[in-house]
């Protein structure tokens, strides 16, 4: 089976079947997801669902939106299986998104059997990002079943605010899933906040004193095009340089070194132990150490947040033969398809016409 990418919005490209398999023999030799800049590729971000919760203005409309077909859905073995292959191929941690991947049903299972895997260097690392309204229900079965790290968002701490940022009044479920986090065993515990003009940007100092209270670290992600709606405006933006201002009003921020090819920069706060992050994709692109690639919930891998190109699984799982090979072969023409960077400072950019529910957080 040829690895042929699908490309959302215009005419996809079609590799060769005789390349890829030239390509797919000389990456054989060595097993690491290494592109053509050099990256080696060691974090896969797996979508469960689509669906979620809440209605986040940034990310999904409130009403209208068109879900993947349930039987394009990724059923737990075929996550498995794909997941198997990319350990085998290097890749040591998963992390789990969605849309919000605590409405999956067999979510506790999901977990399960990934956190069994093992790569050449051993167990890989579990990983969730959550919107937390089913985390105080669901956390000591996933604990149990094997989670390492959570992430849970939460952009503001008003229940006004809340409610007309994600048109849903679940705020109290949100805390109440942060305060189980922190009653948990699972760390580095850490908050997500989007930082918004004149949505949220007055309760950044706050946010973070937040974030300390409940033994968690505040991750500032700046507003990025990945809305469904396609209306993103960079002016509504607040800038890497914007938060680190106003938190310098509060505390000393000294950098931590050695951020690797992780997505946020970090500081010290005064004199520690805590810690605050931002991640600036847009401001301060760090595509030069990205080591992620992405399958959404139907079976498409990605090697970028922002690329308008995907490589379709689906149908290589559920026609039988060489299975596993095949998935090799796929996880590496996308690997070798992957882009010095991002382009959003790029007057060509496009923005992906997925949303980021639909891509995968």
Known sequence: ????????????????????????????????????????????????????????????????NEWLARSSILTLDEIERIARVAAAAGVTTFRLTGGEPLLRADIVEVVRRLAAIESPSGPVQLAMTTNGIRLAELLPALQEAGLHRLNISIDTLRRDRFHDLTRRDRLEDVLTGIAAAQASSLRPLKLNAVAMRGVNDDELVELVAFAIAHDAELRFIEQMPLDAGHTWDRAQMVTREEILETLRGRWTLTPVPGRGGAPAERWVLDDGPHTVGVIASVTAPFCGDCD??????????????????????????????????????????????????????????????????????
């Open 1 to 64: 089976m040829t690895a042929i990418p699908v490309v959302i919005g215009r005419r996809p490209p079609v590799i060769d079947r005789a390349e890829a398999s030239d390509l797919h023999e000389a990456d054989a030799a060595s097993t690491a997801l290494i592109d053509t800049h050099g990256r080696v590729h060691r974090d896969l971000r797996i979508s469960l669902t689509d669906r979620c919760s809440l209605r986040c203005t940034y990310c999904m409309p409130e009403q209208g």
């Open 292 to 361: 992620r690639l992405r399958l959404t919930a139907d079976g498409q891998l990605r090697n970028c947040l922002f690329s308008t190109t995907e490589y379709d699984l689906l149908p290589i799982l559920r026609a039988g033969g060489e299975v596993d090979a095949e998935i090799d072969r796929m996880l590496r023409s996308c690997v070798r398809g992957k882009l010095p960077g991002h382009a959003i400072n790029d007057p060509s950019f496009l923005q992906p016409a997925r949303g980021m529910n639909a891509i995968g957080g």
